[in-house]
């Protein structure tokens, strides 16, 4: 056991902290998820980009610093300690990214990434569709082959697609041999969603920012180039970064660190005489101590070649449940003040969707319980 | 920042595992409670004691007072260890011996060491002020809170009457009234006294992992095999999300228990200077913490064990409710979760049980939601 972090390693926390104290803006953005405050996140992050701060784990070469893992949640400490913005590119950076770096070609990397670090393209995740949710293989939008243009003809329905009204392009699984069976005939497609034949519909969240949208495929063409990971191999390619948007790379812990400490100040500002809310203040900060060292116990884990698996399930309990509390506790501790419009009141509604997204928390027990645990399928 | 376990640490918790799997069977926790032959009991903690654990924190100077049954390492170790011994649910005081007990007695050069050492001599140790003292009906040696500092006391110096309690394995006992004098003074410093508590409750933690990853896995095993409505009960997504629940609170305490471990052995060095375990937090919370998570995980686990295993888990002749039993007395000794909440609530400047208790008493009409957003 050595919790020590290196020279190099503070060395790394320093500049981050220091950048940060310098940049990120005083006044709080308007809301990501509105046009206007969209085009005010994209400002910040292309300025995060020239300072190459925008993509710290990432090679040089695409703009990023080649930090390892440990750097990299350093990073996201000091990023959610310095109070800066939401990313509104994660989708691309955490989701897409991983994907690109393990099955894309040197071509699609080269063309694609240098401009996903820059904040140029925006990238949304076009998996959901009306029945198809946890339900992933359930997916009917269909990918017609086009001999003559050297590509697919797309059409169908995404739904809850993140961003989806502001974004300039999606990633997402289409059906490309409809008699194969489920998890079988899907491919991994990228495509601009201003292609023609693409409609966009934004429809507004819990929280009344219109953060969802529809996407409407009607014969919108994608050429061969934006097929990733081979034909009718898109689940296989799907599945293996499903672990990145569960567990560390879009949750990370600093975070809920942050979010805690929030809730602590809140605290001292809201004396509670029974003590059992207070009780549930100094567990929000537990809970978040404990999501942090589980977190570098697993970093351990793969920077020895362990990879950590169906263990990604437990990361995404565990945070999204714990965003929940967090947000319920300072609610509590507000009182008649809890039902006006602030941070925590906003960051409740948009919590409730952690234990729904990235695969449902019902999922996510059976998925610990039969792969972790060993117990029999149904 | 790695959260390995280094190779002396796992060999001494390995060759401790292999032992009690071995030798340490229900039938030897069951010798445990009244009525049983704790000579089988004694015969495994020597067994233990022949390859060194109990002198895991005691120095290993060969010409010391403890015949080279030091092992001269710390905490770090101290953890994979207890959690083997927790795992085995062997009823001997290994948290009072190997945490707190050897190391002061080998500190203040105590002529019993070697005997301890060798799990010849049963000591056991008190040091919450409860009057509580686990093993206390069979420990010839015992430490205790003085008005001084700890001392160490022969069972004959003091008024002990036995107790029934839950985990009757525990062989506890009351002390009828506080040591008039007596005993010999181990230590007086409020850091050492510290010290001490803070590595009973870290033993206590890793106990109760080991508890608790135990209850797992026996319950894992019954619910793939007992069938109802023609399939297993493993397989109905009622069980299922119970215990992936129970797992995913031990999940989560584990490396709390590993971190408050590193934490105590680096205190006060550069190295802990150079590190952010916990948010800037000291050692003594980062251990609050970790028992705040390791006795919560084992309550939740015991309960939704039992409730796994259905009505065989209500029964004494099945070997789940030994595990549970030890759990319920873990939890609450060494400081329970509210008590180490509270230390937390300290440390984070929040409002503690006395600030509180004297605003209710000025009258003064706070309610929630008056101060800023």
């Known amino acids: 056991m050595d919790l020590r972090w290196s020279a190099e390693e503070q060395e790394f926390r320093r500049e981050a902290r220091t950048w940060l104290e310098a940049n990120v803006p005083r006044q709080p953005l308007p809301s990501g998820d509105t046009r206007a405050g969209f085009a005010a996140h994209l400002a910040w992050e292309q300025r995060l980009f020239a300072a190459r701060w925008s993509v710290v784990s990432w090679p040089e070469a695409y703009g990023g610093r080649d930090a390892t893992l440990w750097q990299w949640l350093i990073f996201e400490e000091e990023y959610y300690r310095a109070g800066a913005p939401q990313r509104v590119t994660q989708n691309g950076i955490f989701l897409l990214a991983p994907t690109l770096f393990a099955f894309g070609t040197p071509e699609q990397q080269q063309r694609l990434l240098p401009r996903m670090a820059a904040a140029e393209d925006v990238w949304a995740q076009g998996w959901s569709e009306p029945g198809a949710g946890s339900d992933l293989a359930a997916i009917s939008s269909r990918a017609v082959r086009d001999p003559a243009g050297g590509g697919w003809r797309l059409s169908g329905q995404k739904t809850w697609t993140t961003r989806g009204a502001f974004c300039t392009h999606l990633f997402g699984l289409f059906r490309t041999d409809p008699a194969a069976e489920r998890h079988h005939g899907l491919s991994y497609l990228l495509l601009p969603l201003d292609a023609p034949g693409v409609t966009v519909r934004g429809f507004q969240r819990l929280d009344g920012d219109e953060g969802f949208a529809e996407v409407f495929l009607d014969d919108v063409f994608v050429p061969d180039a934006d097929v990733l990971g081979g034909v009718d191999q898109g689940w296989a390619v799907a599945m293996a970064t499903t672990g990145s948007e569960r567990g560390l790379t879009l949750r990370s812990p600093g975070r809920f660190l942050h979010t805690a400490e929030r809730l602590v100040r809140t605290a001292r500002a809201h004396p509670e005489p029974t003590g059992a809310l207070r009780d549930r203040v100094v567990q929000g900060w537990i809970d978040a101590q404990a999501y942090r060292l589980f977190t570098l116990e697993q970093v351990t884990a793969i920077s020895e070649g362990r990879p950590v698996g169906a263990e990604s399930s437990l990361n995404k309990l565990f945070w999204s449940e714990l965003d929940v509390r967090l947000h319920e506790t300072a609610l509590e501790l507000l009182g008649p003040q809890a039902e006006l419009d602030s941070p925590w009141s906003r960051g409740f509604l948009f919590s409730l969707a952690g234990p729904i997204y990235a695969g449902t928390n019902e999922i996510q027990r059976t998925i610990v319980a039969e792969r972790l645990l060993g117990l029999p399928r149904k | ?373």
């Open chain 2, 1 to 373: 920042m790695r959260f390995r376990i280094a190779e002396d640490d796992a060999a001494l918790a390995g060759a401790a595992a292999a032992l009690l799997a071995k030798e340490a069977t229900a039938r030897e926790i069951r010798a445990g409670w009244p009525g049983g032959d704790t000579g089988r009991v004694d015969a495994v903690w020597r067994r233990l004691a022949a390859i060194g654990a109990l002198g895991t924190l005691v120095p290993d100077s060969a010409d010391g007072p403890g015949s080279g049954l030091g092992l001269g390492l710390d905490e770090n170790a101290l953890v994979p260890l207890l959690v083997e011994l927790g795992r085995s649910g062997l009823p001997v005081p290994a948290v009072e011996t190997v945490a707190v007990g050897a190391p002061l007695l080998a500190a203040a050069g105590s002529p019993h060491l070697a005997e301890v050492l060798a799990g010849r001599l049963l000591l056991t140790a008190s040091l919450d002020g409860s009057g509580l003292v686990p093993f206390g009906q069979r420990a010839p040696l015992l430490v205790l809170r003085a008005d001084d500092g700890l001392r160490l006391y022969e069972r004959g110096e003091l008024a002990l009457e036995p107790v029934e309690s839950t985990d009757g394995s525990r062989a506890s006992a009351r002390l009828l009234r506080p040591p008039d004098g007596g005993g010999q003074l181990l230590c007086t410093a409020p850091e050492e006294l510290e010290r001490a508590w803070q590595r009973g409750v870290l033993g206590t933690a890793a106990l109760l992992v080991g508890l608790a990853e135990r209850m797992i896995e026996l319950t894992v095993d019954h619910v793939q095999q007992r069938r109802q409505f023609g399939a297993p009960v493993g397989s109905f997504q009622a069980v299922q999300h119970a215990l992936a629940d129970a797992h995913l609170a031990v999940r989560f305490a584990r490396p709390a228990v590993l971190a408050a471990a590193w934490s105590q052995a680096s205190s006060g060095t550069a190295a802990e200077a150079a590190s952010e375990t916990a948010a800037g937090a000291d050692a003594a919370v980062v251990t609050s913490m970790a028992k705040v998570l390791a006795s919560d995980a084992a309550r939740l686990v015991a309960r939704t064990a039992i409730q796994c295993h259905g009505a065989i888990g209500c029964t004494t002749e099945y070997d789940l409710h030994l595990y549970a039993k030890r759990a319920w007395a873990l939890a609450a000794a060494w400081g329970g979760p509210a008590a180490h909440r509270e230390l937390i609530a300290r440390h984070l400047h929040l409002p503690t049980v006395e600030m509180i208790r004297d605003r209710i008493e000025q009258g003064a009409g706070f309610g929630p939601g008056r101060g800023p957003l």
